[in-house]
């Protein structure tokens, strides 16, 4: 349990942290809204008699299955499974969240959980060897729970970046990571060339490199073909939080690349996720916009359901643009 009383539970495959001490009637009722007799729950894959729901505590790392009966023949449209791909590896969020500028790892873990985030985005830093019990990440962030995507924030030369996660990879194990090489401190815009030198590398070493770039198309499909498993054009400064400034080009990267391309840097708000889901981009990533907004927590769930409706709105196809109006109801008959 950590220390705001709250534990980590997986509920029909989404990640949830909930009150500690709840049974799972109380689950249930107070936290999904549901009637608990009118429900069959599995935990940890042993069925829950029915009798025993007020008394079963849920603990931390719990896995609930929790189903009730539908009628089959309710003509509901089949559930489409929109996941995504990156390295093999399948995810159903489509939102990525960093880790940093939260007030605490409290409130970052609760974001978290409330964005749905299956990926967050790690910093390697050095260990506080002067209190080696300080509060880590990973004590309120579960890394078998949620993947971690460690990140070359903050390098400026391929060796930088190359040297950040070989120590990764040893801490952790990760080869999945996120590469970025900046030019210089003042825009955070990537230098291209170290970029792709560094991808180069990391990928003969065997590591499964994200990328960080410019949105331009042709530096994303040499990206490509040095070895990127991910290209992640930025929408704007890093954050800045203005938006996808340049839809053209990150509309010709998603069009150029067999590879997944999320955005990167500069989302400032909602609608900023959605478009970049309608422009077809696999996904988003984000920090700043969910760690400074005035209400972190609500602007995870926001995220969430902007990327959620920009992906639904892309996949339903948008209506098409015209020069002038057209009216939707007949004009024939008027009286």
Known sequence: MSVDGTIGIRVNGE????????TIAALAEEELGLVPARLAVERNLEVVPRAQ?????VEDGDELEIVHFVGGGDH???VVEDSWNVAGRTYRSRLIVGTGKYKDFEQNAAAVAASGAEIVTVAVRRVNVSDPKAPMLTDYIDPKKVTYLPNTAGCFTAEEAIRTLRLAREAGGWDLVKLEVL???RTLYPDMVETI???EILAREGFLPMVYC??????AKRLEDAGAVAIMPLGAPIGSGLGIQNRVTIRLIVEGTSLPVLVDAGVGTASDAA??????CTGVLMNTAIAEARDPIMMAGAMKSAVEAGRAAYLAGRMGRRMYADPSSPLAGLI
């Open 76 to 78: 509901q449209p089949a």
């Open 53 to 57: 729901l007020g008394e079963t505590i």
């Open 214 to 219: 410019v949105d331009d198309p042709i530096a």
């Open 275 to 280: 478009v970049a889901m309608e422009l077809g």
């Open 183 to 185: 030019g210089e401190a």
């Open 197 to 199: 030198r560094a991808t």
């Open 15 to 22: 990640h949830r942290r909930v009150r500690g001490g709840l």
